[in-house]
């Protein structure tokens, strides 16, 4: 609502009680929250955009929200992101333990576990490839462990950066997980961004697939085969030649699809 005149400026349905609204410096930012057990937070100058949907397990009584830090009271606790000055805001990416604990919280259903990582992952698509430091649990290998829903794999899969089949400290990827769960639907998935590209292709990630080619085939043979048959092939320079040349060699800026073996 205008200040001056009363006029309503914006309408957002909430989908329940709101019991605090706050706004930033500049009003280009209102964060609210209530029965719902969410606090959300919108981006006023850009269409209404959700910047923050932040799961609680309680309701949300009160809301503040300053230009380096966010604040928020719910149950019997009361949470802090950033401290101002030159510490961490919330506008800063979250860590793997954060996001972890939320995706992992049992008092989310998979559409507001959803909505919360669409929020995250559009403000901060880089941390499908962060990982826990003791375990080495990769954002893409930790989503297949927790939830079953194919809309989630669908949107980290799809995120504005190139995501790491990455190992855990056991040598297990994503893929190992969906292959041990007996997940068609997860390996398909998996397979299809390698081959897109979306999964990144390197001989690294490409050298763990060649590692499950016994159990894919195996559990999965047309899956399997799908892939072998339409991954795409890159050129690699040609180096040697039984043929003396005197002239140079422009070596082709790419990526290498294949295996860390090959001779």
Not at 80 to 105: Q, T
Not at 185 to 213: D, H
Not at 231 to 248: A, G, K, V
Request: charged share 20%.
């Amino acid at each position: 609502v205008d200040g001056a005149t009363g006029a309503r400026l914006r309408q957002r349905p909430a989908g329940g009680t709101v019991w605090s609204v706050s706004l930033n410096g500049d009003g280009s930012r209102v964060a609210y929250g209530g029965e719902l057990e969410l606090v959300s937070m919108i981006d006023v100058d850009n269409d209404g955009q959700e910047l923050l949907l932040l799961p609680t397990q309680h309701v949300v009584y009160d809301v503040r929200i300053e230009s380096s830090s966010f604040c928020y009271t719910a149950g019997d606790h009361s949470n802090i992101y950033g401290r101002g000055g030159r510490s961490c805001g919330w506008r800063e990416g979250p860590s793997f333990d954060v996001v972890a604990s939320l995706v992992r919280g049992s008092h989310l259903s998979d559409e507001q576990r959803l909505t919360f990582l669409a929020a995250m992952l559009k403000q901060h698509p880089t941390i499908v490839n962060q990982a826990d430091y003791g375990t080495h649990t990769c954002m893409l290998k930790m989503l297949v462990e927790t939830t079953s829903d194919p809309a989630i794999l669908n949107l980290v899969l799809s995120v504005n950066t190139i995501v790491g089949l990455i190992p855990d400290r056991e040598g297990k990827t994503a893929l190992d997980v969906a292959l041990e769960q007996g997940n068609r639907t997860s390996v398909r998935k998996i397979l299809r961004a390698l081959r897109a590209g979306s999964i990144s292709r390197a001989p690294g990630s490409i050298e763990q697939v060649m590692r499950l080619f016994a159990s894919l085939a195996n559990s999965f043979p047309r899956e399997l085969l799908r892939f072998v048959t339409h991954i795409p092939t890159e050129q690699e320079p040609e180096l040697f030649s039984m043929t003396p040349r005197s002239d140079n060699i422009l070596l082709q800026h790419s990526v290498v699809a294949g295996s860390m073996e090959r001779a």
